[in-house]
């Protein structure tokens, strides 16, 4: 099974040394990279359980001017585009590191095919309008995309409403319960109705 948590903890981040005057946090880059991406391929022309969870998709990224110079021009160029700046003109991205603190977005879902990113856009909106109508203390700890006839088994949107409440053993075992149960339900009418014959 695999889960992304798509917008802030998708950067890759260096830690300093441990000696004095190391220097400070650095963002190297952006999950996937090529070989990560393609297993998130396989995992959905396989049908392999992917969850996405969409809590923080829309949440910019703040960034220290120091920690953002010290990134990589590719990653720059990444963090740039949610901004809606070109980094290409001295000018453009001299104006922006200006700012003590930036903040950044990542591109939604680019790492997913259209179909896919328009599902989830989709589910967000929804979800939005539910979370806007419904007290946070009647809700799950987890909202999930409703399962349709004619949609891939994967990959599946989420959103995590109280994220402290989900420790990793109880994403996991949620995780399952979603991949597995349409699986399970599928297997008991066949046995069901083998034993009728």
Same mark, same amino acid.
């Given at each position: 099974?695999?889960?992304?948590?798509?917008?802030?903890?998708?950067?890759?981040?260096?830690? !300093?040394?441990?000696? !004095?005057?190391?220097?400070?946090?650095?963002?190297?880059?952006?999950?996937?990279?090529?070989?990560?991406l393609?297993?998130?391929?396989?995992?959905?022309?396989?049908?392999?359980?992917?969850?996405?969870?969409?809590?923080?998709?829309?949440?910019?990224?703040p960034?220290?001017?120091?920690?953002?110079?010290?990134?990589?021009?590719?990653?720059?160029?990444?963090l740039?585009?949610?901004?809606?700046?070109?980094?290409s003109?001295?000018?453009?991205?001299?104006?922006?590191?200006?700012?003590?603190?930036?903040?950044v977005?990542?591109?939604f879902?680019?790492?997913?095919?259209?179909?896919?990113?328009?599902?989830?856009?989709?589910?967000?909106?929804?979800?939005?309008?539910?979370?806007?109508?419904? $007290?946070?203390?009647?809700?799950? !700890?987890?909202?999930t995309?409703?399962?349709?006839?004619?949609? $891939? $088994?994967?990959?599946r949107?989420?959103?995590?409403?109280? !994220?402290?409440?989900?420790?990793?053993g109880r994403?996991?075992?949620?995780?399952?319960?979603?991949?597995?149960?349409?699986?399970?339900?599928c297997?008991?009418?066949?046995?069901g109705s083998?034993?009728?014959?």
């Amino acid at each position: 099974m695999l889960v992304v948590l798509e917008g802030p903890a998708r950067v890759l981040w260096k830690e !300093p040394s441990p000696q !004095p005057g190391a220097g400070d946090w650095t963002p190297t880059g952006i999950w996937p990279d090529e070989d990560e991406l393609a297993m998130v391929r396989e995992h959905i022309e396989r049908g392999l359980p992917l969850l996405v969870l969409l809590d923080e998709a829309h949440r910019r990224i703040p960034l220290l001017r120091q920690e953002l110079r010290a990134a990589p021009c590719r990653l720059l160029e990444s963090l740039m585009a949610g901004t809606g700046t070109s980094t290409s003109t001295s000018t453009g991205s001299g104006e922006l590191l200006d700012d003590e603190v930036v903040e950044v977005r990542l591109p939604f879902l680019d790492w997913l095919p259209d179909a896919h990113r328009d599902r989830a856009a989709r589910f967000l909106e929804d979800s939005d309008a539910a979370l806007s109508r419904t $007290p946070v203390a009647l809700l799950p !700890p987890l909202m999930t995309e409703e399962r349709q006839d004619g949609l $891939p $088994p994967s990959p599946r949107f989420a959103r995590r409403i109280l !994220p402290n409440a989900l420790t990793a053993g109880r994403l996991a075992a949620a995780v399952e319960h979603l991949f597995v149960e349409g699986a399970q339900h599928c297997a008991a009418a066949g046995r069901g109705s083998e034993a009728d014959r």
